[in-house]
């Protein structure tokens, strides 16, 4: 949403009004205004080349607007071969005087604006009408051409970006998963022997399954959570029957060295003992595994990247 203001300001100087900007044509050039909380969005487009002349007039259009920024409260600005944007704190009238002058620096430097296409240069003539395409909101005024570029290289892109990343070992991702489960089986042992309660370890037993696969360099994608899945479902069976056995020998007061000796058959008496049940100690310390890996393993907080959308006007 645009604030009332800009969005009067904006009408003024003849642009369309959007929900989240306002566009259009301004003294030749294609310009995006938008708004966010109290900073304001000036994105100019126009054309560049990749050139060494061209070079030179942005940085002088970056020099001079380098200067005026205490003047007018410009936070940040970025100038690149299509556009230049600024970021403004300050009022609308501050800002208008701005737009006029950044213009007129533009004008002075011989940037063409929607003359020609941003991206590739062409000359719109009367019979060739550009087309307006807004990437992340920003307006830019491109040829038929670079349109169908632009839209089958985004696709492309997108393509690219949902294939499954299935690069690192599956060996390795084992063999450190299995190191993690060996690390984790000391921890849960020690803590079992102490007499505290070990349903939690479940949680840090599969996070260090997945510390120990992502260290080796484990396959990633798909591979990885039925790894630690498997893993760390051996290593809480595992453990909590033993975490059990352990608090059975502290309940009948059997010495744990008895237990280290010959564990064996300290196993047997202890699931013979009347006291000896895993279930509860099983799937509790599984759902804490299984919360572990659901958050570390399957990406789930990590930031998706936002896909661009672009939209021809
Ligand atoms: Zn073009």
Redesign the pocket.
Known sequence: MISKALETFAEDIGLKIENDCAYGDYKGYMITLSEKGNKRNVFINYYLMDSESDALKKFRLSESVKSDMSKFGIKEFDIDDNGLSAELIDTISKLSEYLDILIEKLNDEDIVGHSN?S????HNNSDTKYKTVSLNQNRYV??D??TLNLIQNSSKMEAEKKAEDTSGSLVLGILGSVIGLLVGTAIWGFIASLGIITMWMGFALALLIYIGYVLFKGKKGKTRIIVISAVSLVGVILNSMSSEVIKVFKLTETVLDKFLISPISHIQVAMEHEKYDFTITFIIALLCAAFAIIIFATDILKDKPKPETIKID
């Open positions: 296409c991206e590739c240069g062409k491109l040829c051409s670079c």
